[in-house]
């Protein structure tokens, strides 16, 4: 007999333990961007106001850092709500495969695979590859839910 109160892994299983982790993830993650933006602001505001030119430089330095971590933390995640924003696969290697396993294999995996269950898929009979789409008469493959959330969400079009 199973135990109600058992959590399991995987979606569809326990939505609400799922939804949870994705929020989870997304909180650690915003947490982690926000204190990294919060430490380059304090360093920038010491790059232009410090005592002196050594302090100056060395806060500058140090902000260089902080956005090239920024950089880092968010390049895959980055590339791929452009690639959504285009209305383009996520799924295939032309477009951003390398960074869509990336964010659903990094540590705020459940949070990324959230992005990407909003995509449509890589192949289905409302989605098909551009020869299937042109002998049929219809649009060929792209993310066109993928595209429509992101543009829901950012308010961006």
């Known amino acids: ?4 109160n058992s959590k399991t892994n995987g979606v569809g299983h ?25 430490s380059a602001n304090q360093k920038m505001y010491k790059a232009i106001y410090g005592k002196n030119t ?15 971590k ?4 968010t390049k895959d995640w980055h590339t791929v709500i452009e690639t959504m924003k285009k209305g383009k696969d996520v799924h295939i290697q032309e477009n951003c495969k390398h960074e869509k396993l990336e964010i659903v294999g990094g540590s705020h995996y459940n949070f990324g695979q959230y992005l990407i269950d909003k995509s449509d ?15 049929e008469g219809l649009m060929p ?15 961006e079009k």
């Open 121 to 135: 898929g890589k192949f289905c009979e409302q989605n098909p590859d551009l020869s299937t789409a042109r002998a």
């Open 70 to 73: 920024l950089v880092n933390e």
């Open 141 to 155: 493959r792209g993310n066109r839910s993928g595209k429509a959330y992101i543009e829901k969400v950012t308010r």
């Open 1 to 4: 007999m199973e135990d109600k």
């Open 14 to 38: 326990n939505s609400a333990a799922f939804s949870e982790s994705v929020a989870d993830q997304a909180v650690r993650f915003v947490n982690k961007l926000s204190a990294l933006v919060r």
């Open 54 to 68: 050594v302090e100056r430089g060395i806060s500058l330095r140090d902000v260089n850092e902080i956005v090239l």
